[in-house]
């Protein structure tokens, strides 16, 4: 069975930085790929950023692009989300979620597996 957990979220000042861990588990192969997402209240879940854990490959959203980095550390079966230079509008519960296969992307309806969500906070 699949499973994501993140961790590290947390309160920060604008303009600091926090490290988001998912630690995956479950899958038998490494063809896989890993989101994360975000949904801030009263807004609809953003895609942030993505790996594919086969190749590689990432991919950011234009919001986060220049201030936030995917990493992976296959063998701990974990995918890290750097932010860096935060502000109040990156405020949201961030998830992380995984799929099966060679793709990957920002589309969360194609994502088969989610975490729970952890909280970010950036205040002003």
């Known amino acids: 069975q699949v499973q994501l957990v993140e961790s590290g979220g947390g309160l920060v000042q604008s303009g600091g930085s926090l490290r988001l861990s998912c630690a995956v588990s479950?899958?038998?192969?490494?063809?896989?790929?890993v989101g994360w997402f975000r949904q801030a209240p009263g807004k609809e879940r953003e895609g942030v950023s993505c790996?594919?854990?086969?190749?590689?490959?990432?991919h950011y959203s234009d919001s986060v692009k220049g201030r936030f980095t995917i990493s992976k550390d296959s063998a701990k079966m974990t995918v890290f989300l750097q932010m860096n230079n935060l502000k109040p509008e990156d405020t949201a519960v961030y998830y992380c979620?995984?799929?099966?296969?060679?793709?990957?992307?920002?589309?969360?309806?194609?994502?088969?597996?989610w975490g729970q969500g952890i909280q970010v906070t950036v205040s002003a």
């Open positions: 479950g899958f038998t192969t490494n063809a896989y790929a």
């Open positions: 979620a995984a799929v099966r296969g060679s793709w990957y992307g920002l589309q969360g309806y194609e994502y088969d597996y």
């Open positions: 790996i594919s854990n086969y190749n590689g490959n990432t």
